[in-house]
């Protein structure tokens, strides 16, 4: 089972909405990630989480806060996001975050207003 | 600075014919490399791996060849299938130390 779900699948907010994104992972894997993908670019890496710590901020604004749960959970709170937010969310998970192969969730569908 | 290099956007193939999708890396550090495919509005699906002892690896219709020389990748799917149309990503890692890195991507699109 190499399946890592996220929901909601699409989400519409105003930018003064607080909204989290959810993505849970049942492999044991100790590696999470969330990337954010725009129309025809590559993901572009947002945050790691290893071992449940964050091991990686790639200079993302404070309007978008991680949160790790647990070693199967991994959540991305929203607040005051802006119209060049909209994106497609992708969460991903390996067992370790050093290159090893990464398991893409199908994503969340973020519509800024 | 662009460590991986996909450049072909886009490429065209005859169902049943092979479609060779090509990377270029720029960081010797990389010792691991891994093809993503994807479809519009969902998340990349891991396809084929290969680590930099190898130079070749095969699953099924897809085949991975390195030249760690050149510093090139290259996907070959053969016989190609209208329903391989989609993106692929080139993605490397120096997996001692980094996540991955993606390349910008290739348009696949297998005509009937």
């Known amino acids: 089972d190499t399946e890592v779900t996220q929901t909601p699948k699409h989400l519409v907010m105003g930018m003064t909405n607080k909204k989290s994104l959810k993505c849970e992972q049942h492999m044991g894997h100790r590696a999470m990630y969330w990337y954010k993908q725009k129309a025809k670019k590559p993901p572009e890496l947002m945050f790691v989480y290893s071992y449940e710590k964050l091991s990686i901020n790639e200079s993302v604004p404070s309007r978008f806060s991680p949160e790790c749960p647990n070693s199967s959970l991994l959540n991305l709170h929203l607040h005051a996001l802006q119209p060049e937010d909209s994106a497609l969310y992708l969460c991903?998970?390996?067992?370790?975050?050093?290159?090893?192969?990464?398991?893409f969730g199908p994503g969340t569908r973020l519509l800024v207003l | 600075d662009q460590q991986v290099k996909q450049n072909s956007p886009s490429l065209s193939v005859q169902e049943g014919r092979i479609s060779i999708l090509n990377c270029d890396y720029t960081?010797?550090?990389?010792?691991?490399f891994l093809w993503y495919k994807k479809y519009p509005a969902e998340g990349p699906t891991f396809l084929i791996s290969i680590s930099s002892i190898k130079d070749k690896n095969e699953d099924g219709r897809f085949t991975v060849f390195l030249n760690k020389s050149a510093k090139h990748l290259s996907l070959h799917i053969v016989p190609s299938q209208p329903g391989d149309s989609a993106v692929y990503f080139c993605?490397?890692?120096?997996?001692?130390?980094?996540?991955?890195?993606f390349g910008k991507g290739t348009r696949l699109s297998v005509i009937a």
């Open positions: 960081n010797s550090m990389f010792d691991y």
């Open positions: 993605a490397a890692a120096d997996s001692g130390n980094t996540p991955l890195v």
């Open positions: 991903a998970s390996s067992q370790d975050f050093r290159g090893e192969t990464q398991y």
